[in-house]
């Protein structure tokens, strides 16, 4: 089998994610059973929040409360769905739940929106001090402070957060954020100077690169920002709108720096385990800044759920994160690596041409950009337009220049795969050679070439020891497996094809020419019964037309009857 089950998202920014069907709309209350009744909402709540689908859950909880007004339970979901949707019946359920410690905190957001820092200041202040809150609970207290014009007051509470073992770097930026918006450039200086930079990340490198360009270093500045794009290649596509940004302070109101607060302390929860409260701290950091474009970008990565590869996305997910990114206005420095990340949603929502329009936008405004030219190869071979990617390919690879970098085994290999998709193996096979001999170790490359000589009854030794090698990189790959089986099978040697197939069925259940191969090595074995079952289970995992044809032909040829 030429394929196994890969699908790959090139660099940070195109968030990795399995192509899925079925695509939703954004968050609605559509769709869900039984909300005619109070109950009835109450349960269509609870199972939109079982959907990862908070929006839908917070309308529900507002018509069940419409008829029990006072129910502290459906008070307290209601509110937690509403925040965690950013839906605005959160500001209005905060005040029937006193002691909620998001309540409060949502109840200080509003009043620091309003300009009144006072009444912030009391809010923040009876948060209780363990947990989140008391991670939360200086930063917020001191940038009111500041929004009192009590810059030092600010300063000197967050100086004795330094050592905190975990999050002292976080006190530590904020207290320069604070000093830096205040005008206090000799405080600035000496606590951006103890900023932990050991691992860049984009918002930090905007902050950075910002104050030292207001200092007049523009030589620093620019270093920072190429050292951010030497470690995310991706976000090359985000340089000249840094570069043109750099003399724009990233805080400027103490509303701002509350955001800003909520933001590193969301960037710094990077465990799967952590999402929801992630989830919290970037929805507060947008009531504070709505057009905070780096909470925008965090959100949707965790909507997703991208940093733990074994979930699969739902479109509700996907929906949910694709309105996240949507208000980021092509002015903001971040807007080109946004809408790569949309292109990446749109295409795995099964809307190959709104996706591939937005990265023709950007590859307009980037000429020449490999990422952005091979990621609408992509989308478009994802979605069987083979014919239109092949150009996006070939571009990609032009750009690249000589000589030619490792990692461009993968343009050659997915234009390979277009060029023998459109039944020109006689061009797809150098583009796989260049692949491998790019990058030799490859399974996917090595499995594609084997099984590939195989069907053209070419090269069967190479193929063979080919597939060995994929399997002894991918023991694990069903498709690997398969295609190693295969060439067995058409060597003669079925004994150890049917074993190999076995392997390969468990692997990869649900795959139907992994099915079809093996009810292929039942026949050849004499067992008549067991290869109709597998070419009958093959069919009922929906081939596509032309594998569905051959198994029909299959069963026809040898039965007499059709399906």
């Known amino acids: 089998m030429k394929m196994s089950s890969l699908f790959g998202c090139r660099g940070a920014v195109a968030v990795c994610i399995t192509l899925s069907a079925c695509a939703a709309g954004p968050s609605g209350a559509t769709g869900y059973p039984g909300a005619g009744s109070t109950y009835g909402a109450f ?17 529900f909880y507002t018509r069940a409360l419409q008829n029990d007004e006072n129910n502290q339970e459906l008070i307290a979901e209601g509110f937690l769905a509403s925040v965690l949707s950013g839906s605005p019946e959160a500001s209005q359920l905060a005040p029937k739940l006193p002691g909620n410690t998001l309540a409060t905190l949502l109840l200080g957001n509003q009043a620091a929106v309003a300009g009144n820092f006072d009444q912030a200041k009391q809010i923040f202040q009876t948060l209780p001090q363990d947990n989140l809150a008391g991670l939360i609970k200086p930063l917020l207290f001191a940038w009111a402070q500041l929004g009192e014009g009590n810059e030092q007051a600010a300063l000197t509470g967050l100086g004795s957060h330094f050592t905190d073992p975990e999050f002292g770097p976080v006190y530590v930026l904020n207290a320069a ?8 450039t000799p405080s600035a200086t000496q606590l951006y100077a103890n900023v932990d930079t050991s691992q860049p990340n984009l918002r930090l490198a905007q902050i950075l690169a910002s104050w030292y360009a207001r200092q007049g270093q523009m030589a620093q500045a620019n270093a920072t920002l190429n050292t951010l794009i030497t470690t995310h290649p991706d976000l090359q596509i985000a340089l000249p709108q840094l570069q043109a940004q750099l003399a724009k302070p990233v805080i400027t109101t103490a509303a701002d720096g509350m955001a800003e607060a909520y933001l590193t302390l969301a960037g710094s929860l990077n465990q799967p385990q952590e999402a929801f409260l992630r989830t919290v701290l970037l929805r507060f950091a947008l009531q504070m800044r709505p ?20 979930l699969t996305p739902t479109p509700v997910e996907m ?13 903001d420095p971040l807007y080109a690596p946004a809408s790569v990340q949309e292109a990446t949603l749109l295409a795995a929502l099964k809307q190959p041409e709104q996706a591939v329009a937005l990265l023709q936008d950007l590859i307009t405004a980037n000429p020449g950009n490999p990422g952005l030219l091979s990621a609408a190869g992509d989308v478009l071979r994802n979605s069987n337009q083979c014919p239109a990617a092949l150009p996006y390919y070939t571009q990609a690879i032009g750009a ?36 491998l001999k790019l990058s030799p170790n490859q399974p996917y490359v090595l499995n594609y070439v084997g099984y590939s000589w195989a069907l053209h009854d070419e090269k069967l030794p190479e193929a063979k020891a080919m597939l060995q090698r994929a399997v002894s990189l991918d023991p694990n790959d069903g498709a690997v497996i398969d295609s190693l089986g295969f060439i067995e099978l058409k060597q003669g040697n079925t004994k150890g094809a049917l074993a190999l197939l076995t392997q390969a069925v468990q692997l990869s259940a649900d795959d139907p020419e992994v099915n079809g191969h093996l009810g292929d090595a039942f026949w050849q074995n004499g067992q008549k ?23 029909n032909s299959k069963i026809q040829q040898h039965f007499g009857t059709p399906p």
């Open 291 to 310: 057009d905070l474009a780096a909470a925008r970008l965090l959100l949707a990565n965790t909507q997703i759920g991208a940093d733990d590869p074994s």
């Open 400 to 435: 690249i220049g000589q000589p030619l970098p490792p990692e461009a085994w993968s343009l050659f290999f997915d234009r390979g795969i277009c060029e023998d998709q459109t039944n020109n193996w006689a061009a797809a096979e150098p583009d796989m050679l260049q692949a």
């Open 177 to 184: 954020l604070i000093a830096d918006a205040a005008g206090d």
């Open 43 to 59: 349960l269509a709540a609870r199972y939109a929040a079982s959907q990862s689908d908070p929006a839908a859950a917070a309308k």
């Open 319 to 331: 929906s949910n994160a694709l309105a996240t990114l949507q208000p980021i206005q092509k002015t």
């Open 529 to 551: 019964l067991q290869a109709a079952y597998q070419w009958q289970r093959a069919l009922s995992l929906h081939p596509d037309p032309k594998l569905a044809a051959e198994l």
